[in-house]
């Protein structure tokens, strides 16, 4: 075992969401439901199920809605006790009962690297987790588990990665293995954002999962705006490695969700519908049926 053990998450959500505008002009994106369950309380709950208890979701002013979903609502549990609701009374507790939920604001989206920054008093001091809100990982599935575990035997930085393939990889920022690392975890010499599919050291993607240990603050201080005007978190992380901190990198071959891109949030929504334990029986009927007429268009 080499390092402390990972209690800490941070979730960025600060950032201005326009793939999902008109909606996420008054409403924050990371509340957009998942049939009735907003996209964040499914990362708060994987970090709950993997250890972790203290939570900073990082806001921009804009969207105080997200700290009123996690406080209390003593009307309507009232409401709902009286009524004998139990089953919408545990709904709406549930969220906050997880883990300790606090809230830090980034005052422009300067990037995901400055959204992290705003964490710095919260970890203090200690390795944690930044699990992105948008990128879902199937419950059934482990990946922040395996990172944990890679993170107790050599500290420093941990990627979740999946393997995109080289058509896709310019879409994304790509790892360089150490030479002859193959395996389903791999070290890591280096990070490119974006390469151009002939140039790309591998066709491993980073993911919105990182364990990351406080030394990327002060790495991220020294991180000059990169692309897009932005403090880019892989700027950072990259500063690390080049200092010689360790990197590995785990490669997901599960099932996950790209919640934050329109088409990917749709199927999300259709694939948690047909295992809804209310409507996904009928749902699923209706949607073979539907999916049957006239090649789906009726
Ligand atoms: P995205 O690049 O997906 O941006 O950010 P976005 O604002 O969420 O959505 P689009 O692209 O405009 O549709 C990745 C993650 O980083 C957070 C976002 O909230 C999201 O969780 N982020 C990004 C910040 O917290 N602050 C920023 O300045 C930028």
């Known amino acids: 075992m080499h390092s402390q053990s990972v209690r800490t998450a941070v979730v960025p959500a600060a950032g201005l969401g326009t793939r ?16 009735t369950t907003p ?11 993997n250890g972790i208890e203290r939570l900073l979701v990082v806001v921009s002013p804009g969207k105080q809605a997200l700290a009123d979903y996690f406080a209390p609502r003593p009307d309507l549990e009232q409401a709902l006790t009286d009524k004998g609701d139990i089953e919408s009374l545990e709904s709406v507790r549930r ?16 990037g995901l690297g400055d959204a992290v920054a705003r964490a710095e008093r919260f970890c203090a001091g200690r390795p944690f987790a ?19 575990t890679v993170h107790a035997e050599h500290g420093g930085v941990v990627l979740g990665l999946i393997d995109v393939g080289r058509e896709a990889i310019s879409a994304y920022g790509c790892v360089a293995p150490v030479a002859g690392d193959d395996g389903d975890v791999v070290a890591v010499a280096d990070l490119v954002e974006k390469p151009a599919a002939a140039d790309a050291p591998s066709t491993l993607a980073m993911i919105g999962r990182y364990v990351l240990p406080p030394e990327i603050f002060d790495a991220l201080r020294e991180t000059p705006p990169g692309s897009g005007g932005e403090i880019q978190l892989t700027d950072g992380i990259r500063r690390l490695v080049a200092q010689g901190v360790p990197a590995h990198g785990v490669v997901f071959r599960g099932r996950r969700y790209d919640t934050g891109n329109r088409l990917e949030y749709v199927k999300a929504i259709v694939q948690l519908a047909e295992r809804h334990p209310q409507i996904g029986e009928e749902f699923g ?13 009726g």
Not at 20 to 35: D, G, I, N
Not at 41 to 48: K, L, N, Q, S, Y
């Open 20 to 35: 999902f505008l008109p909606f996420s002009k008054a409403v924050p994106k990371e509340l957009a439901p998942l049939v």
């Open 130 to 148: 930044v699990l992105l809100p948008d990128d879902l990982i199937d419950e059934r599935d482990d990946l922040l588990a395996d990172m944990l």
């Open 39 to 49: 996209t964040i309380e499914f990362v708060v709950t994987e970090a709950a199920d």
């Open 95 to 110: 969220a906050a009962a997880l883990l300790e939920v606090a809230f830090a604001e980034q005052g422009e989206p300067r």
């Open 285 to 297: 009927a209706w949607l073979r049926g539907h999916v049957g007429a006239e090649g789906g268009r």
